[in-house]
Structure formats: C-alpha cells, structure tokens
C-alpha cells in the first residue's frame, strides 16, 4: 500500500496466482484495505469463506486508462488451481510453477502424484507454447545465482527453456521421480496456513508470523 502511494497509483485489482500453503497472503487484507477486487483461481478457492473474482483463464483483465491487460493461463502443477498471467504480452508472472534456476513442486506433498503429470503439462506443453519472449517474473528465487546483476528476477522465457534443468527432462519418468522423490518436507503450519488463506481462521499477527517461521519449500532444482 505505501509502494502504490509512494508511485503515485491505486491498488484496484489484487491478484494470487494460487492458494498459498507456506505464507499467509497478504492480498485479501490489501484488497479489503483499498476496497481493490481480489482474484483467486477458482478451483483453489472451493473453500474460501469471502468474495473473491474468479481468475480463469478466457477471461482478460483490462485496468485502468492506459489499459492494462492480464491474460490469465491455467498452470496447474503447483496447486490444482495454479493459474499465471501475462501482462500485456510481454510479462509472465509465473507464480511458483517457473523459477529462474528451479520449477515448482506440488504444494502439498499428499498431491504429488496427482499434480506431477499436470505439472509436467504445463511447463512442456502449455509454457513451451507461449511466445519465447515473454520475460518470466516469478514469484520467488531460492539462491542468489537466480538474481540478475540489478538484484532482480526475471529472464526471457527462451533462456529458460536453454538453460533451466526441469524444463530439460526429456524423459518423463524422471520428472516424475525428480518432482516426487525428493519432496522438502511440508511447513508445519501448513493446514493453518491454507484455512486463513482461505478466510476460515484468523490468528493475531504474532501466531501468523510463528505459522509461516522456515525457508520457502515451493522449488526443486
Ligand atoms: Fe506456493
């Protein structure tokens, strides 16, 4: 809220690319905040206890006078609901399925094995199908070597597709083994953290910073 003041803009939309297990999401306090629409992918959002905008991929996003346009991008892998955006088809806001160095991992280790073969879809088939230049912000890096020189994250699809591990697997069964074989442990809090993600609980602010205490687990290199 004080970036957007501090650039002069106001927070209309508020957008999660999934339900969060590992950190409690700060966008439906910044939607409530700044009375801003929060999207959800729908398919993650069967439980959530408040109104949310359905982000569906077919259904275009157009803010503000200079137009601002969100074309969102099913991605399941992640989570079941997983769904990226391109913005104004130069930006691919990939969420946790793309990093720059790594991809991601099924949120909840209980799914692995349904959520591989989506997961495996999205990043050969439905990424692979994009426009290469598209420049992939992603919502998290694990290790410094994913910083650019400026400090921040963000390559050319292409370059992705050249030089990042997971999206080289040619063999499928070795995805699979390198997707679930060796899965981080689940953060403890992580039911917890879902229900309040999901407007179902609503611990003070010492217990949420106690729920989400341990390093990001959305990555696998
Ligand atoms: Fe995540």
Not at 64 to 83: A, D, E, F, L, V
Not at 88 to 105: A, E, K, V
Not at 181 to 204: F, H, S, V
Request: aromatic share 8%; glycine share 8%.
């Amino acid at each position: 809220i004080d970036f957007a003041k501090e650039k002069g803009v106001t927070i209309t939309h508020v957008f999660d690319t999934h339900l969060h297990a590992d950190h409690i999401s700060g966008g439906r306090v910044i939607a409530e905040k700044t009375k801003a629409t929060y999207w959800l992918p729908p398919k993650d959002a069967e439980e959530v206890v408040f109104d949310y905008q359905p982000l569906e991929e077919g259904n275009d996003i157009i803010i503000g006078n200079i137009k601002i346009r969100i074309q969102p991008i099913y991605s399941p892998g992640h989570t079941i609901g997983s769904t990226s955006f391109i913005v104004d088809d130069q930006y691919l806001l990939s969420g946790d399925i793309l990093f720059i160095d790594s991809i991601g991992r099924p949120d909840l280790a209980g799914m692995a094995g349904d959520w591989v073969g989506d997961l495996r879809k999205t990043l050969y088939s439905r990424y692979n199908a994009l426009s290469k230049d598209l420049i992939v912000l992603p919502a998290h890096f694990m290790i410094i070597d994913e910083l650019n020189d400026d400090g921040s994250v963000g390559k050319k699809l292409s370059t992705l597709f050249a030089e990042n591990h997971g999206l080289n697997i040619v063999d499928e069964a070795e995805f699979r083994h390198l997707v679930t074989g060796n899965l981080p442990p689940q953060p403890n809090a992580y039911q917890e953290i879902r229900e309040t993600n999901m407007g179902k609980i609503n611990p003070d602010e010492e217990k949420q910073r106690e729920m989400e205490i341990g390093p990001n687990r959305c990555a696998i290199r």
